[in-house]
Each structure stands twice: as structure tokens, then as C-alpha cells.
């Protein structure tokens, strides 16, 4: 199947500091990519859904100012956690739509391994 | 979206069958049976879906009752590689929300030797 990687799987990093994770299709162009957040013991939690060049679309409660994302190309999506802070710590994770199932009733979503944030 | 409900937690024996039960008494004409499962610190994984009828797979079988109402995922062989969080998930072709998955908190199944 279609493989999506992160990069990088895992990062610490000072408190007001901003972390960039990549977030890529291998093997297949995907005009949407989705990041979620998982908190320890919880379920994945959709942040945000992105659309190769135009603005992200973020879910009700996640602050746009501090999780910058960008889509720039078929195969590429980064995450940007602006001033980090230990309360977003967290594993970051995204998944991206097979572009060549578009428009069919059913598309495969692909998920990436995760990236463990953590923030002192 | 129709919401799940999963029971949180199962045990099976190694080798043994695991039929995870999944409740979506809400489900609408148009919407999918989705399953995904996440192994412990990793990404989840697609596993199998369907609208109305069973579906079988190489990792696993799908049985939806005639009222759409619940499911049932089967692995036939379970090992201990399946032990991971298990995911039902109903969502409609199409629309505005296309192509996202809402998470609940899925059925924690545990394989023993």
C-alpha cells in the first residue's frame, strides 16, 4: 500500500521554541492531507484538514495562529507548532488522500507513523 | 456523521477468533462501516470496510447486520500482533466533511499467548 512519512518521529524542545513536522506521500500525490493530535490514553483528535495550495481548514477550537500549516505540493504538508508549550506535547499525526481515488465513494486514507512532541 | 459505540476493552486467546462488536444504531443510508486499529505508539491502520454487505479481506471479515444498526469485526486467527486499539468509524460518501474520520475511543484488544 501507499506510504506516508514523518519527519521527524520524535523531538523535544524548549518552551516558546516552534517545531516544523514534515508530513509525506511516498509513492502517490495527495491533494489532502489531515494532521491529528493524540493526547496519552486518548483518541486522535482531527486538527486540521490540508489542501494542496490553498489555506487549511481547522476544527473548531484549534488556534490557526499556532499550528501553521502548509501544503505546498502533492506530496508534502508541514505542521508548525509556533511557541511551543509543555501543555503541547502530544503525538502529532497526519494522513493523506490518495489523489487518484478523488470523486470515487471510498478513497484510502494513509497515516503516518506519528511524531512524539515533547515539550520542556 | 452517525456516532459508534464500542465496548472499551477485550481479551482473546492467541490463535482464537476476535469478533469486535460496534454499535451504530444511528447509521443513515448512505454512510460506510469503517475499521482502523493503532498499535501502540504508531499510526492507525486501515483494516476494512463496508455499506451493507459482509466484506472479507486479507486481514479481516466485516459482518453488518441486515438493519445496518451494528457490525461485527472479525479476525479469524488472532495473534499477537493484533493486540492494538481497534477503531469503528461510520461516515458518509461524499459531502462537505469528505475524507474526515472522527475517532472515538474504540475497543482496546489485548491477545494472550
Known sequence: GAVVSQHPSWVICKSGTSV??????????????????????????LMATSNEGSKATYEQGVEKDKFLINHASLTLSTLTVTSAHPEDSSFYI????????????????????????TVT | DAKTTQPPSMDCAEGRAANLPCNHSTISGNEYVYWYRQIHSQGPQYIIHGLKNNETNEMASLIITEDRKSST???????LRDTAVYYCIVRRAGGTSYGKLTFGQGTILTVHP
Do not use: V
Not at chain 1, 516544523?20 to 483528535?45: G, H, N, V
Not at chain 1, 497526519?94 to 512532541?117: H, I, K
Open chain 2, 73 to 79: 469485526l472479525i479476525l479469524p486467527h488472532a495473534t
Open chain 1, 20 to 45: 516544523k513536522i514534515e508530513c509525506r506521500s511516498l509513492d502517490f500525490q495527495a491533494t489532502t492531507m489531515f494532521w491529528y493530535r493524540q493526547f496519552p490514553k486518548q483518541s486522535l483528535m
Open chain 1, 94 to 117: 497526519c494522513s493523506a488522500r490518495d489523489r487518484l481515488l478523488a470523486g470515487a465513494t471510498f478513497y484510502e486514507q494513509y497515516f503516518g507513523p506519528g511524531t512524539r512532541l
